[in-house]
């Protein structure tokens, strides 16, 4: 994740500048202003902000720059250092370290004390007490806050998303930890 302040966003910057510096941009246009959720309420990234809210009737840019940079902070909030996740480790903590990433990404480096989310069993999450600890981790930190903003949404208590993540694990706590990229259409399988 980038370290630009994100109260230097502006709005003409583009969707894919903004997205760089708040990751949760798109969520949380969704989640305020139905925008950029699916086809007909998306953007291109190459987009300034001032044209999403022209093009989506969004009167206000002002506030809808501060609902972007008060995503950022909620998504700070929830967000925890590689470190702390292996002291809640070697105390014997009980919570769940769960992977979000597709078995693709998994089998490229994973840190071994996760489990893989299944994605086909949500009742199996949902089922548990609504205060137990949830850490997501994805490889740089953005997907495991989606979902660490999922379950919240679902009324679990305890969540945290790595800080990022599997990049955050390998500088913190595993410099062994293989190292990758992959394509944006490998990201989305």
């Known amino acids: 994740m980038t370290q630009t302040d994100p109260a230097e966003i502006h709005i003409d910057m583009t ?12 969520r ?31 009167l206000d840019p002002a506030e809808v720059l501060d609902t972007l940079k008060r995503a950022h902070e909620v998504d700070q909030k929830m967000q925890v250092q590689a470190a702390e996740v292996q002291g809640w480790l070697d105390t014997g903590e009980d919570f769940s ?3 979000v990433r597709p078995p693709n990404e998994i089998a490229l480096a994973s840190i071994t004390a996760t489990e893989a989310l299944d994605f086909a ?17 994805c490889r740089d930190g953005a997907r495991s806050l989606d979902v660490a903003s999922y379950f919240i949404g679902h009324g679990f208590t305890r ?7 599997l990049n955050g694990w390998r500088a913190e706590v595993d410099a062994s930890l293989p190292n990758y990229t992959l394509a944006d259409d490998e990201l989305s399988s």
């Open 15 to 26: 969707m894919r500048e903004i997205l760089e510096i708040i990751p949760s941009a798109q």
């Open 28 to 58: 949380a246009l969704f989640q305020r202003y139905h925008v950029g959720g699916c086809s007909s309420c998306g953007f291109q990234s190459e987009d300034s902000l001032r044209k999403v809210c022209r093009d989506r009737n969004l």
């Open 97 to 99: 370290f769960i992977d």
């Open 121 to 137: 069993n949500q009742e199996r999450y949902m089922a548990l007490p609504k205060d137990r600890r949830f850490v997501f981790v």
């Open 159 to 165: 969540v945290s998303s790595l800080r990022d993540g």
